[in-house]
């Protein structure tokens, strides 16, 4: 059975103090749930991520990183390796946000040697993907995510999805208060889980998570996670306020 997962990505927010906060309400707020097949996980700035894992210890909590760098190690400023980051305990990685694509100039080759970088070092990656307000305006939309999919994933072995969260993010639907339909999401997650099907097999399709993200809140959360093919959420904004990222993790 696939796992169901709330992720938090917290963006550019939260020092020490505030993810020591923030963390210790969520995790005493769902320590009385039953939560035996959801996964929560939360990805905080690399800064607070040691305070994050000892944050999260004895609880139901996982920690993420937002972002890493393809290559081993060398001279590059200002990053941090998937190397480095397993040396603080992180198992987990986003990787392919819009947000990368969209101010750093990430594309689908650069984010295909992250994912390859991920996997070398045991991580795993929570991949993001999805189409620009225009491409589906001009009903594009599911060939610009094919697309995305076919130059990132296509490549690896279907042993490495074992390691592999995937998560469709529209880009006009992130921090804009606009969310996809119910209906927009499933049909999306029952496209990207037939492109994995037509690739790797059924099987490996029907066991690979999809999240959807992009202006979950807790009143709308109950309806998106209730389509089929979706498997929970990656939340933004929400994921800040702890009582609004319990009434996600309840929803699920
Ligand atoms: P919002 O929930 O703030 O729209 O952000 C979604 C997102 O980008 C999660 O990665």
């Known amino acids: 059975m696939r796992k169901k997962i709330v992720a938090g990505n917290w963006k550019m927010n939260?020092?020490?103090?505030?993810?020591?906060?923030?963390?210790h309400a969520v995790t005493n707020s769902i320590a009385s749930l039953n939560l035996?097949?959801?996964?929560?996980?939360v990805a905080p700035s690399f800064v607070s991520l040691t305070t994050a894992i000892e944050s999260v210890k004895n609880?139901?909590?996982?920690?993420?990183?937002?972002?890493?760098h393809q290559a081993k190690?060398?001279?590059?400023?200002?990053?941090?390796?998937?190397e480095m980051l397993v040396s603080i305990g992180v198992k987990t990685v986003i990787l392919g946000h819009s947000e990368r694509r969209q101010y750093f100039g990430e594309n689908d080759e650069l984010i295909a040697r992250k994912i390859d970088a991920a996997?070398?070092?045991?991580?795993?990656?929570?991949?993001?993907?999805?189409?620009?307000?225009?491409?589906?305006?001009?009903?594009?939309?599911?060939?610009?995510?094919?697309?995305?999919?076919?130059?990132?994933?296509?490549?690896?072995?279907?042993?490495?999805?074992?390691?592999?969260?995937?998560?469709?993010?529209p880009v006009w639907a992130i921090?804009?208060?606009e969310t996809a339909t119910p209906e927009q999401a499933q049909e999306m997650h029952a496209f990207v889980r037939n492109v994995i099907a037509k690739k790797f097999g059924k099987e490996i399709a029907d066991s690979v998570s999809i999240?959807?993200?992009?202006?979950?809140?807790?009143?709308?959360?109950?309806?998106?996670?209730?389509?089929?093919?979706?498997?929970?959420?990656?939340?933004?904004g929400a994921s800040l306020v702890a009582v609004d990222f319990v009434a996600i993790i309840e929803a699920i």
Do not use: W
């Open 14 to 23: 939260n020092g020490i103090e505030e993810t020591e906060k923030l963390i």
């Open 36 to 41: 035996e097949n959801v996964r929560v996980i």
């Open 59 to 68: 609880s139901h909590v996982e920690v993420a990183a937002q972002n890493m």
């Open 73 to 82: 190690n060398g001279a590059f400023t200002g990053e941090i390796s998937a």
């Open 119 to 169: 996997l070398a070092n045991n991580l795993e990656v929570i991949f993001c993907f999805g189409e620009l307000l225009e491409e589906r305006k001009l009903d594009n939309h599911l060939l610009e995510v094919g697309s995305q999919l076919k130059n990132t994933l296509f490549h690896l072995k279907p042993e490495d999805f074992k390691n592999i969260i995937l998560a469709y993010e």
């Open 175 to 177: 921090g804009t208060g």
């Open 211 to 236: 999240l959807y993200g992009g202006s979950v809140k807790p009143s709308n959360a109950e309806e998106i996670f209730s389509k089929e093919d979706v498997d929970g959420g990656l939340i933004g």
